[in-house]
């Protein structure tokens, strides 16, 4: 049986911004289908972001 792959806690990590967006986009968004998130605000984060799903 083939493990999943699991993200591990590094120390870069806490430099790195974060975004919360609702599945099933987040999971768009990780694996290339989708390269865009629009929002009615303008969130400055350029560059590599975590990607947090959401429940809401």
Do not use: F
């Amino acid at each position: 049986m083939k493990r999943k792959k699991t993200a591990h806690w590094t120390p870069g990590l806490k430099k790195l911004k974060a975004i919360s967006i609702r599945q099933p986009w987040a999971w768009l968004i990780v694996n290339g289908y989708k390269d865009v998130k629009n929002r009615i605000w303008a969130a400055n984060l350029r560059g590599r972001v975590l990607i947090h799903a959401g429940a809401t």
